[in-house]
């Protein structure tokens, strides 16, 4: 049963990792921009989510809503205010000014925080649901199926909501959207602040599971790239299977070979690259390039 | 630029200078040294940096792999062989060189958001690999490094000279490349890698070179670095931080220019280590060097130096604005001997081969046929045209024979020999030179700089001559001379108007000796008097045995100078002909106007 | 009487330095449907992008239905009542045909009940979006696409349609399905605006023909005396004998 327990939990995780890399990859669909802060704005959610739970003792995960949204507002006030005029420079610059975001954030949660790991111990914290053999640790179940959640709420939105469906068309095409009157600055806008609502949520869920501090941002850069790349850069049901690889294979390698678990993904990440350049879900721009 | 050259320079000597002098003068050194050093190390990344991504445009942020890649060698191969690392520089440059070989011909295939993604994504691996490989790294307690004995009391000035030492050798090493044929194809690279290939430039070997040369400084501070550290530690954060920190530097000072990096490495880490020492804790520093980067990101992209010399220029140049060159003022075509020119020496002269023949090319895009069994041929010495409506396939066509596109069927032959796999670069090289529809020049180079831009082959010595040695800035000179461009010699390419880009292009082409030009669209948005210039430059050179093949729109054109006609229809060949049996066709005439569907289909 | 639904006075427009239009004057009356043609490089997707509000013309006016639009942006032009169809690709590849069909309502989304009205006109009108509802626009054939993209353009019920080169790239059959369409909405009271470059299609297709040349409108006339007129023919091919 084991290999059932380290499978449970693989899923679990990957839910969260899914719902992470879901928020960088519509900001990659939308705006044509990786988002390197995005795990910055996760341990600004996490260390946040940390202060208010330290003060007054609230249950963490009814903070869900309240950094989602707070969140939100973040991510479209550095889209409009930082992003938006450096894109036109070229993705190199803008990856570049997201690093710049990221570092600068780190700062503030130094100073804001202390470069100490801050942990949230809800009472749920230790104890673990059992399921027959399985015993599922309460903090990474809850977590996963919260992010499941989120998941499923953001898929309806887009699928449904006129807002989401004008994040899609200008995914898919962005002349055809101009077209029919979305306006481009709105659709990156909205698509910048979900994408940083799903740091929220995952900031929430993360420091139920792990201690974090503020250096963590830089495993997550790491992580999320991979996914991204992997999956395909603009396809969140790529971005999800690659998750799921990433959560599934971390938990295997973490019970049977520690120590070269992460060096594997980004083995594979590479190799896939070399005859992928896309990704495994994405799609093939231009057709060479001497044209 | 070239104006600030001189004082950049000077600046950057009097720096070099002071450098030198400071431990001889100062007193109580110490602490300034070590500053310097890291100061000196960043000016020396930054400028490696700057080959492959200032240079040629290829944005890396994850170049201080290469710095790891450096002290890891220098550290576990000093160990094995009971030798300190720093006097293994030399192999730590080689090891970054070959590993950044192999990276870059793996990842300068495409050209894509994928680079800047993948250069971080290497180092990221390496990290993961050297945190993990316990046995030959350390792992994640470090590496601690063989000291020579005359370490024992830590002194910094003999690394302050080697480091002072290696960016000085750096800075030669860019001036040199900048100087040289490999820099102007850099340059041309960024500005335009599809055209750069079309004369006859061989972009991957010269990304693939710039990429390794790039990591050759890294390789030797890196084994230095080693050893003035003790230890070497695989921090993925540090790692990240130094990469974004040596593109700052860069871009501070001023990417692409010579001095830039260095300054700016100066800049970017006398400013972090001022914030230490003022703000005190390492997280106030992380939020000064992330706002500068977003600032500089945002207001100051080009850097310090391109913003004086911009501001300089204009000030100088007040009152002599540069006028829209005006048309008219292009001197007549010089009587000057043009065989020299467009001569191609070791050249087949068989008048039966045909110089350009195509033999059943089909070209499908998606579920469009653009191009449906097309067989012909562009005989030796001919000039010849190919015209047909718009969807008629002739671009395409075009395309085919250019190398722009891979026909999915049938072959493409070049006096002879089968070109159809050939690369873009490698055409050019047998003597095949193409002209653009919409002009396309490279914008930041002034105009004899196009013009010695083509490379008749790939060469050794073409990548490391001068860029203007040897006979091609005569012959450059020649051919403008020619074209009646002469005083344009020193102008902006994107000063100059449409018109006379697309005869500069011409004269780029012709700097290739092609034995075949194939011009594209070339009389399309230019005036009448312009267009007979150009059908006389072409008539001069088809006189001295160039080979012409034009598509055209302008039909009238077209009819008038060539020899051949060949009309292509919704992806086939309708009729080919002299211009006299084209011009009274009716098939032709009714192909331009186009069929008329609504006759063979019924609707009430 | 017919009014004028367009009308451009002496306009100049180009792009970057040069000029491409060079005091072009033009008159579109409603329920026409006009089909522009001309050489390469006359401009005729020029006129397109200065009415539709990409390009700001340097002088001249553009006037729609009695209102100034010279110079203002795509969306308050599409909002006056002008949609555009145009060359290229412009479905959303991954989405169903009702869903690319429903994104031309995007400017009267809140308006439920509008939409749903408007929808079963544009299903009335092309069948096709009815049919096809479920099926993925980058699945659908080139001539499949183009009626897609009109049903779509006809969701802001628009008084003027440009359409860019509606026959380009497809099948005889195709041509006449887009070509009956067209009759349908200029029957419906709509103006139709295209650029073609197949002038016999186009001026047996259209009312009334004008023909560019080099920035200007050269001829104007029913479509039928346009295609009969020698003088295009010399305009395409250049003249027929030398001196």
Redesign the interface.
Known sequence: MEIVQILAFGILMGGVYALLSSGVTLIFGVL?V?N?AQGSFLVFSALLTWQIWDLTGIEPLLLIPVMGALMAFFGWIIYRG?VK??VP?????T???M?????????????AFG?KFKSVTPPYFTQSLQIGELVLPYPQLISGVMAAIVLVGLFFYLKLS?AG??L??SA??K?????????SIKASSLAFAIGAMTAGVGGVLLIIMYPIY??TQ??W??KL??I??LGG?GSIPGAVIASMILGISEAFAQAYIP??S??IF??V??VV??FR??GLLGEK??????? | MSALKRPANVVGAVLILLLFLYPLVGSDTRYFESVLIVCMLYAIMASGWNIISGLAGYVSLGHSVYLYIGMYTGAILGKMWGVPPMYLMVLGGVVAAAIAVVVGFITLRTRSHSFVIITIAVLLLFMTVAQNWKSLTGGTDGFIVKQPEWNKDNPTTPYYYTFLGLMVLTVALVAFIMRSRLGAGLVAIRNDEGKAASIGVNTTLYKVTAYALSAVPFGFAGAVYAQYLGFVTPTTALAILMSVFLVLAALVGGRGTLWGPVIGGFLVWGANEASTVLAGEFSARLLIMGVILILTVMFMPAGLLPTISRFVHRRKSQGSAVAFIDQASIAQTSDVAIDSIVARTGQSTDPAVPELEVKGIVKRFGGVTAVDGVSMTVERGSITGLIGPNGSGKTTLFNCMTGTFQPDEGAVILNGEDITRQKVWTRAHEGLGRTFQITRLFKSMTVLDNLVAPLEKTSVRELVAGRYSGEEVDRAREVLDFMGLAQFEGQEAAALSFGQQKLVELAQVLMLRPSIILLDEPASGINPTLIEKLASVIRRLNDAGTTVLIVEHNIPLVLSLCDRVHVLAEGQVLISGTPDEIRNDPQVIEAYLGPDHMLEVNDV | MSEAVLAMVDVQAGYGGGLVLQGLDLQIDKGTITCIVGPNGAGKSTVFRVISGLIKPKSGTVTFLGKDITGQSPSTVLRAGVAQVPQNRALFPEMTVHENVLLGGYAIRRDRALLKQRMAMVEEMVPLVRERAKEHAGNLSGGQRRMVEIGRALMLNPSLVLMDEPSLGLDPKSVAKVASLIREMAASGRTVLMVEQNVRLGMNLATHGVVMEQGQVRLTGDADGIADNPEVATMYLGKARED
Do not use: C
């Open positions: 044509d990786v390197v930082l005029r450096v420079q070229g993705p190199g610059m990856v570049l000014l690093f710049g975001v990221a570092i600068a954030m780190e700062g503030i949660l130094n100073i470069n006129w469906r004008a899609r068309a898919q095409n002349d055809g959207a101009a077209l029919v009157g979305i306006s503020p250096a830089y495993d850069i790491a790239l991979g991204i790349v850069m120590q070269w992460a060096a980004f083995g990440i590479l690259l070399l350049p896309e721009t231009r057709e060479d390039v001497t044209t």
